[in-house]
Nanobody, 115 residues
Framework: QQQLVESGGGWVQPGGSLRLSCARS????????LGWYRQAPGKQREPVAT???????DYADSVKGRFTISRDNAKNTVTLQMNSLKPEDTAVYYC?????????WGQGTQVTVSS
């Protein structure tokens, strides 16, 4: 099993920035695909950004150019830098790790963007 713990959520005004971090522990494998998902009220959970074991990122169209995902295999962390935040980015953000058909999730952290 792998445990994922997010931190860094909170409230920010439109145009602001937040940095989410995810600490991985337990059965950590450097080849896991890591990512961030989000779920807004009344909506399905959706992928925001993912990063392969080789460090190749992939972003949802809605966050391209504003969000940056990174991973540090030595520290067992994955980070999401979010800039130019919009009210529609408001959601619970979840850290995710995938190993073949196994999926691991964090408990989520709330991000609220409002004035």
């Amino acid at each position: 099993q792998q445990q994922l713990v997010e931190s860094g959520g909170g409230w920010v005004q439109p145009g602001g920035s937040l940095r989410l971090s995810c600490a991985r522990s337990g059965s950590v494998w450097p080849y896991d695909v890591l990512g961030w998902y989000r779920q807004a009220p009344g909506k399905q959970r959706e992928p925001v950004a993912t990063m392969s074991s080789g460090g190749v990122p992939d972003y949802a169209d809605s966050v391209k150019g504003r969000f940056t995902i990174s991973r540090d295999n030595a520290k067992n962390t994955v980070t999401l830098q979010m800039n130019s935040l919009k009210p529609e980015d408001t959601a619970v953000y979840y850290c995710h790790a995938q190993r073949f058909d196994s999926h691991f999730w964090g408990q989520g952290t709330q991000v609220t963007v409002s004035s």
